[in-house]
């Protein structure tokens, strides 16, 4: 069963930058299309930043300007510039698309962004 632990959250004010980082042990991510999907309170999940097992990248329109998704072999990152408190939420990362997510989802880790 995959384990995927996710790190880097924390509270920011708007217009503020925080990096997600994701990592599981004994996966190769290359070897897949990852995502960072995250869940807002009341919401359901949304897929906001993936790439491909190529390297192509593609972004929710919410986001798209503002994070990066990247990777390499050990670890997917999310770059996340010019928050809003709209990001708030709890940001989590799996295979993409989420029909191919593991069935095991990390615990994700926290975003806050306030004033």
């Known amino acids: 069963q995959v384990q995927v632990v996710e790190s880097g959250g924390g509270l920011v004010q708007p217009g503020g930058s925080l990096r997600l980082s994701c990592s599981a042990s004994?996966?190769?991510?290359?070897?897949?299309?990852m995502g960072w999907y995250r869940q807002a309170p009341g919401k359901q999940r949304e897929l906001v930043a993936s790439?491909?097992?190529?390297?192509i990248t593609n972004y929710s329109d919410s986001v798209k300007g503002r994070f990066t998704i990247s990777r390499n072999n050990a670890k997917i990152d999310l770059q996340m510039n010019s928050l809003k408190p709209e990001d708030t939420a709890v940001y989590y990362c799996?295979?993409?698309?989420?029909?191919?997510?593991?069935?095991?989802w990390g615990q994700g880790t926290q975003v806050t962004v306030s004033s």
């Open positions: 799996n295979r993409s698309p989420v029909v191919l997510a593991w069935s095991s």
């Open positions: 004994g996966i190769i991510f290359s070897y897949y299309s």
């Open positions: 790439v491909s097992s190529g390297g």
